[in-house]
Every structure is written in C-alpha cells, then in structure tokens.
C-alpha cells in the first residue's frame, strides 16, 4: 500500500498550488480520502475530505479552508487532488494524504507548502 504527495512548494501569498496523492495497493475508490495538514508546534488538522464514489463523492472542509481549498478525485487514476488558491501564510504546513475504509486507514508522508512572500 502506498500514498505519494507531490506538488507542494514554495508560493507568494495569493497564489495557488495543487497537490497530488497517488495511491496504489487497494481498491482506491472504495475509500474516504481525506488531506490533513501539520504546522510546526501544532495538532494535524483535518483539511478537505471527499466520499468513495458509492457515497457519492461528497464533500467536506474545515472552516479555514471553504472557498479557497477544492478537493477532487479521479478513480481512474487512483489519484486524489487538492487545489488550493488564494494562499496564506498560515496555509505553511505539511500537507498529508489520508485513506480510510472500515478498519484500513493509510497514510502518505506527507508533501511540504510554504506560503511566503
């Protein structure tokens, strides 16, 4: 089973990014996929999360994140997204991918983004 994270780095406040998870080892659309993030001295927060295409593909973000963070996923490619625009400095962490179905629960390690001008 694996998680990739690609497609952090460094950006301007305002700008945008998106982030890539690509999954392999399971049946990827059987499952809840999620992106947390961690900042320095802080608890992982939950970002954005979208249902496996049974539930519909239904999507959830934390408050910090609504209108500027879309989460997305292509089953066909295995692969979950995370566009995220207008950028802020306290957008700086490690974002980290999440799957889960019913006891499984894997993680990626993790892709940096820093938010700086």
């Known amino acids: 089973v694996q998680l990739v994270e690609s497609g952090g780095g460094l950006v301007q406040p305002g700008g945008s990014l998106r982030l890539s998870c690509a999954a392999s080892g399971f049946t990827f659309s059987r499952y809840y996929m999620r992106w947390y993030r961690q900042a320095p001295g802080k608890e992982r927060e939950l970002v954005a999360g979208i249902s496996s295409i049974g539930g519909g593909s239904i999507t959830n973000y934390a408050n910090s994140v609504k209108g500027r963070f879309t989460i997305s996923r292509d089953n066909a490619k295995n692969t979950v997204y995370l566009q995220m625009n207008s950028l802020k400095p306290e957008d700086t962490a490690v974002y980290l991918c999440?799957?889960?179905?019913?006891?499984?629960?894997?993680w990626g390690q993790g892709t940096q983004v820093t938010v700086s001008s």
């Open positions: 999440n799957a889960m179905w019913s006891f499984y629960d894997y």
